[in-house]
């Protein structure tokens, strides 16, 4: 069975500063993994995917993920950070090639808090 | 291209009531499926369909159901409410069943139900 872990239920960042959020997860298999992002009122949208290329993938808005299979994580980073970004964030895991929407597992979500 | 169309927005209900909440995909996406979002649960698989079918189903009683239509358009629909039905609805599309492991899953906004 898989899991995800999303170790920070809120972080708080200035604007201009780095981004960290937290990912770790358990799989049995090769897994794929995806950071979504969530702003206000607003329905979930593909930050950035790893499916076994690259184990250092950039994604949009200047947001980078790095799969480290030695520690099962996977967590999300962005040099800089701005307002804009200000939005819950949801880590997936899913380990089960060409299944469905079932196969996917999320994180329970993390808030970052942008301050000016 | 426009995006996944949820409708309504936003509704109040109460107990015992039903809802039907609707779902227009995106042109040429074939996959739909269903989350339910609350704060305590987080984002909680309800069903997918794909070529008006359903391929799979989550943990939800049987007051939870949908259907897919043959322009892929989708519904469900939850009879008898609860007061723990009270949650955002997403609904996402793909352009194939299993493309949720590639991360080609496209949120539409929501529709979110107060059950009173």
């Known amino acids: 069975a898989q899991s995800v872990t999303q170790l920070d239920s809120h972080v708080s960042v200035s604007e201009g500063t780095p981004v960290l959020l937290r990912c770790n997860y358990s799989?049995?298999?090769?897994?794929?993994l995806f950071w979504y992002v969530q702003h206000p009122n607003k329905g979930l949208q593909l930050l950035l995917k790893?499916?076994?290329?690259?184990?250092l993938v950039k994604g949009i808005n200047g947001f980078e993920a790095e799969f480290k299979k030695s520690e099962t994580s996977f967590h999300l980073t962005k040099p800089s950070a701005h307002m804009s970004d200000a939005a819950e964030y949801f880590c997936?895991?899913?380990?089960?090639?060409?299944?469905?929407?079932?196969?996917?597992?999320f994180g329970k979500g993390t808030h970052l808090i942008i301050q000016p | 291209k426009a995006g996944v169309t949820q409708t309504p927005r936003y509704l109040i209900k109460t107990r015992g009531q039903q809802v039907t909440l609707s779902c227009s995909p995106i042109?040429?996406?074939?996959?739909v499926s269903w989350y339910q979002q609350t704060p305590g649960q987080g984002l909680q698989f309800l069903f997918e369909?794909?070529?008006?079918?359903?391929?799979n189903k989550g943990n939800f009683p049987g007051r939870f159901s949908g259907r897919q239509f043959s322009n892929s358009r989708s519904e469900m629909n939850v009879s008898t409410l609860e007061l723990g039905d009270s949650a955002l609805y997403l609904c996402?599309?793909?352009?194939?069943?299993?493309?949720?492991?590639?991360?080609?899953?496209?949120f539409g906004e929501g529709s979110r139900l107060t059950v009173l």
């Open positions: 996402a599309s793909s352009p194939n069943f299993g493309g949720s492991n590639t991360g080609e899953l496209f």
């Open positions: 799989s049995s298999y090769s897994p794929s």
């Open positions: 790893y499916t076994s290329a690259a184990t």
């Open positions: 997936v895991v899913s380990d089960r090639p060409g299944g469905g929407a079932d196969g996917l597992t």
């Open positions: 042109s040429g996406h074939r996959s």
């Open positions: 369909y794909f070529s008006e079918t359903q391929r």
